[in-house]
């Protein structure tokens, strides 16, 4: 099955319509690949992408990403937090892209090299690169939001494609929002589980939020999907109407 480049458009209008369906992406940081599958097939259609990360990869290696390639066509973000030097930093790239991941994510306080060695991977795979500006932890306020502000410009400077910003702090949103104009998409985890209401980073300026635990620890997903996206739609309306 082809890849999806659904957000890999040039121009930021487009995406804005691209974008459309849900504003939802899953975090898929199952384990278990049989059981992320079955997730994800019941979810499929109520989400823009899919984020996967090291629990689901380091238990089942990259052929889970192979596997699921295979199986959806929706787009696949490897969220590797690579955060090495150029020529390791590259290398982990490069065997996402390979695997079949549309994007992958990066950390920007390495420093430009780094992240560019990632950007220019990405960009020779046709995928995507988003910069973790500052993590959704509490304690992510001690240390890594003193350099949000530099992480965020350097990640347009580089030309990467997006950041990952946090839904529990929707004024660093808005924050990030005022740096990279409509240049860059924002893609916002920490909405559910973490604390963040559905909907809010939304209207502070995100593109995308991203949901985990919420949904895979239901036992109900489908039924879990389907609130956070009509609640999301709500605080979307909500919001209209008082502008
Ligand atoms: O389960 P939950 O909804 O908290 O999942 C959030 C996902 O987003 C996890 O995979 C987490 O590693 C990731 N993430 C985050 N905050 C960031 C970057 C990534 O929570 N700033």
């Given at each position: 099955m ?26 898929l ?42 199986l959806?066509?929706l ?16 290398r ?18 390495m ?84 604390g963040?209401?559905?909907?809010i ?17 239901d ?25």
């Amino acid at each position: 099955m082809t890849k999806n480049n659904a957000f890999n458009t040039d121009s930021f209008e487009t995406r804005r319509q691209l974008i459309s369906k849900t504003r939802t992406i899953v975090a898929l940081d199952v384990p278990n690949y049989n059981n992320a599958i079955k997730i994800l097939k019941l979810i499929e259609p109520h989400v823009d992408g899919i984020k996967i990360s090291y629990p689901l990869i380091m238990n089942n290696g990259l052929t889970a990403i192979q596997k699921m390639r295979s199986l959806t066509n929706l787009p696949i973000i490897a969220d590797l937090k690579i955060a090495d030097i150029p020529e390791t930093s590259s290398r982990i790239a490069e065997l996402a892209f390979e695997a079949g991941v549309d994007g992958i994510i990066v950390h920007g306080f390495m420093g430009r090299d780094s992240l560019e060695s990632c950007v220019k991977i990405a960009n020779l795979n046709n995928g995507l690169t988003f910069v973790v500006t500052e993590l959704s932890n509490p304690g992510a306020a001690e240390l890594m939001q003193n350099i949000g502000d530099k992480i965020a410009k350097m990640a347009l400077e580089v030309k990467a494609n997006g950041l990952i910003s946090p839904a529990t702090r929707p004024n660093r949103i808005q924050d990030y929002r005022r740096i990279v104009g409509d240049q860059l998409l924002i893609l916002s985890p920490g909405v559910g589980a973490q604390g963040g209401n559905s909907g809010i980073a939304i209207i502070n300026g995100a593109d995308f939020e991203i949901i985990g635990r919420r949904i895979y620890d239901d036992s109900d997903p489908l039924k879990a999907i389907k609130k956070h996206n009509s609640d999301l739609q709500s605080q979307l309306l909500n919001y209209s109407s008082d502008l």
